[in-house]
């Protein structure tokens, strides 16, 4: 089935979101390396890492579907911020804003009968639940932390610990 370039455009503007989301955490990394919560510029880090993976998931779709894929100028993201947990809640609402983009992509896939796009899209639904749960587990902890400079460090050593990011999936179903 040929995709529609409706759905075409719609994933290629996720793609490049993406992209920016990648940026988004690369800018919030930086400020925790100036920090020197070197652990919390990891996550950071391997979020920016995650954020390319997922852009390249919607390459390979476009591709696999014989689409052509636009890079488009990127947004230059948010670089100052007042403290760890404003940064965490800036993360987790842009991730519902992510979510949100992914869904309605989702409606538009099966307005136009696209199951290919929705069994792609799959990945991304359960990504999007872990992505928000974890932006949001750490902001809340921060939360209780407040001014406490040992559990800052105590959670930044923690954060350091986050596994590197997959590789950037051959196919745009991979698990
Ligand atoms: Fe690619 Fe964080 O959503």
New binding site residues.
Partial sequence: MEINQELVDAINDQLNF?LY?AFIYLSMGTWFEEQNLTGMAHWMEVQFQ??FA?AMRFYRHLTERGARVVMKQIDAPKTEWKSAHEIFADAYHH?TI?TERIYKIGDMADRLGDRSTQAMLTWFYN??TE?EANTMEIRDKLKLIGDSIPALLQLDTVLGARPPAAPVPAESTAP
């Fill in positions: 993406e989301s995650e954020e997922h991730e992510v990504e999007q992505e």
